[in-house]
Every structure is written in C-alpha cells, then in structure tokens.
C-alpha cells in the first residue's frame, strides 16, 4: 500500500490496561506524527519524529504517553494506565520532512475506554 | 482565544451551489495552510496546500490566503453529494513547514441531491 497504515483500526479495552498503537509511515518519508481527535477537541498534536533528532514531545497530554520509531520507520504510541479520557481517534502522519512536503494521514485507530 | 476558529456547522447546501468555507487565526508566524476534507471513520486527506498569501486553484477547489486579516477559505464549485464531509483547516509555521500542524475544529458539510 501507498498510504499510511495504522493498526488496529479499532481498540477496545479496560480502564488501567496499557495499549500499544502502530504507524506504518509513507515508504521514503522522514517525518512523523501522531495526533489524537476527540469530540469537542478537534485533531490535537501529540509528538512529532525528524529523522534522527530527538523527537518533538510537547504535545503529549501525560507521562502516561510515549512513542517510539525504530529504524526511522515504524511507530508505536504506547498508553499506560489508560483513563476514559484517552477515548479517542489516534491519527498517524508522515511527510517528506522537506520544505513545502505536506503531511498524509492515516485512518486512525479508534480507541475506547471502558 | 483558540490559536485557529472554524465555525463546525453543519452546513446544508443544495447540490450545485458554490461553498465558502472559513477559519481564522491568531498567530502571525502560521505561513503554510492547509484544507483537509474527512469522511465519517477516514483519516484527513488533503485537498489544498498554500504558502502564504494569495490564491490556489484546483478543480472545483480554490483556497485563498489573507495574511494581512489572518483569514483563510476554501471555496467549492458546482458542489455535489459526494463533497459531503467535515472539512479541517490546519496550518503551521517554521521553516519547512513540517512542524506540527495546528488544526480547526472542522465543519461539518452536507449537499443534498
């Protein structure tokens, strides 16, 4: 496939489980980056990997949230302790990492508190 | 203040008419825009991509770029059912514009066939 795959499409899980998403970025795109959409919040920044630079944490909600990407390519954005608030639609990116390069996004994992 | 203000709608409008959507922002460093158009359980896709001001035209799509009012839209033309979707603005700043983007709230669009 072309595009950038994320999976599972769809998680359900329990209050207090840890869950581990997947970001299978544009073959040859050096940018990455997660955001999270929720009703009411609109599509909000999380991290963001260049290359071989230290990733851009800013936008991670707690220390509950990290991500790695292992060879420049895959991701995992991992939840520990999840709380009902993390109910939301994960959306993954990828980009050239050139200038005027725009970002192409994934379908998202839908993930649900219980 | 919301760095970036999109009206969610919805909006009905009946197929053929022409569409104006709009969202404004606060920060004067944003220099690349974006519109994204997302159906109901898809990702965004992107439907134009400008640098500063002025106009881009593709298709039924123009996007138009107002720096000096910090003011963007997107218009369609000849509008048809399959427009259907919330459409985001995002934009950003920096120097190659692959910083995180800064997105609206979406609006929700509708044609009626």
């Known amino acids: ?114 | 203040q919301k760095e970036v203000e999109q009206d969610p709608g919805p909006l009905s409008v009946p197929e053929g008419a022409i569409v104006s959507l709009n969202c404004t922002y606060s920060n004067s460093a944003f220099q690349y825009f974006m519109w994204y158009r997302q159906y109901s359980r898809k990702g965004p896709e992107l439907l134009m991509y400008t640098y500063s001001s002025g106009n881009k035209e593709d298709g039924r799509f123009t996007a138009q770029v107002d720096k000096s009012s910090k003011y963007i839209s997107l218009f369609i033309r000849d509008s048809q059912p399959s427009d259907s979707a919330t459409y985001l603005c995002a934009m950003t700043g920096g120097y190659s514009g692959n910083t995180p983007l800064v997105f609206g709230k979406g609006t929700r669009l509708s044609v009626i066939a």
């Not at chain 1, 009703?39 to 944490?57: C, R, T, V």
């Not at chain 1, 800013?58 to 954005?77: C, H, M, N, Q, W």
């Open chain 1, 1 to 114: 496939g072309a595009g950038v795959s994320q999976s599972p499409s769809n998680k359900v899980t329990e209050k207090g489980k840890d869950v581990e998403l997947r970001c299978d970025p544009i073959s040859g795109h050096t940018a990455l980056y997660w955001y999270r959409q929720s009703l009411g919040q609109g599509l909000e920044f999380l991290i963001y990997f260049q290359g071989n630079s230290a990733p851009d944490k800013s936008g991670l909600p707690s220390d509950r949230f990290s991500a790695e990407r292992t060879g420049g390519s895959v991701s995992t954005l991992t939840i520990q302790r999840t709380q009902q608030e993390d109910s939301a639609v994960y959306l993954c990116a990828s980009s050239l990492g050139h200038p005027n390069q725009p970002q192409h996004f994934g379908d998202g994992t839908r993930l649900s508190i219980l």
